[in-house]
């Protein structure tokens, strides 16, 4: 084969086929087995609760100090912080959570230093921070 083989994709691209843990894939995975759970209750149920748990904990452990969550498929903080959020309340966190409130605050304060809203920041702003506050024991 001899030459060919230089110009493999494979030895090209090193680690691209292997995708590493986003926020976007464990909100996906959390909010598909919540679903799944929601569709077949006793279907592997401890194991379910266990995926969703696992997938909830590392959702919060890779939030940002200012409540954010880096996305890396799309409009990074805006794209990532909306899969958090969505991730967080289908593992059955409340509204009310300390992470989805902090989450709340640095959407609506970047959104007033920027002044430029995306349609994503209006969606944000909108869905959430609404909910934030009428759960909010402030």
């Known amino acids: 084969l001899g030459w060919p ?3 493999c ?3 090209v691209f090193g680690d691209i086929m292997i995708d590493y843990s986003y926020v976007e894939l464990s909100s996906a995975c959390v909010t598909a087995l919540a679903k799944f759970r929601k ?6 149920r ?6 969703i748990v696992r997938g909830s904990k ?3 452990a890779v939030q940002r100090a200012d409540g954010s969550w880096y996305g890396s ?13 969505e991730g967080l309340l289908a593992s059955g966190v409340k509204p009310s959570d300390e ?7 640095w959407v609506a304060i970047q959104t007033l230093a920027c002044r430029r809203l995306t349609l994503l920041d209006v969606v944000a702003v909108v869905l959430l921070l609404p909910r934030a506050v009428r759960t909010s024991s402030c």
């Open 58 to 60: 590392f959702i919060g």
């Open 99 to 105: 992470r989805i409130v902090r989450c709340v605050v």
């Open 5 to 7: 083989l230089t110009a």
């Open 39 to 44: 569709e077949y209750p006793t279907h592997r």
């Open 73 to 85: 498929w799309a409009v990074c903080f805006t794209y990532g912080t909306w899969f958090g959020v």
């Open 46 to 51: 401890a194991e379910v609760d266990r995926a």
């Open 9 to 11: 994709p494979s030895q």
